[in-house]
């Protein structure tokens, strides 16, 4: 069993930074990939970006490539995402999960409770 926590979300103006944190506890987490997804009101969840077990690989929804930065510290439990350049249409509901594959895909086998990011114009 893994558990998620997710922190540092929040209100920030057009153009600027936030560092997202999710942290895992239970054992086993660095055998796990992790991903972010998000969900703005009234629209489907969407994939951000994911990482291998060992943070040698990542990946990146068409809507933050080149804005954002997964990456983790496995001696910490915990993933982060580097975020830059927000936009108004960054505004969500941020979740980590935790799985088997870094799919694109919503199959992962745990979830955090999500932390509110919003972007103000």
């Known amino acids: 069993q893994v558990q998620l926590v997710e922190s540092g979300g929040g209100l920030v103006q057009a153009g600027g930074s936030l560092r997202l944190s999710c942290a895992a506890s239970?054992?086993?987490?660095?055998?796990?990939?992790m991903a972010w997804f998000r969900q703005a009101p009234g629209k489907e969840r969407e994939f951000v970006a994911a990482i291998t077990w060992s943070g040698g690989s990542t990946y990146y929804g068409n809507s933050v490539k080149g804005r954002s930065t997964i990456s983790r510290d496995n001696a910490k439990n915990t993933v982060y995402l580097q975020m830059n350049s927000l936009k108004p249409e960054d505004t969500a509901v941020y979740f980590c999960?935790?799985?088997?594959?870094?799919?694109?895909?919503?199959?992962?086998?745990?979830w955090g409770q999500g932390t509110q990011v919003t972007v103000s114009s």
């Open positions: 999960a935790a799985g088997t594959y870094p799919v694109r895909t919503g199959t992962y086998d745990y």
């Open positions: 239970g054992r086993f987490f660095s055998s796990y990939a």
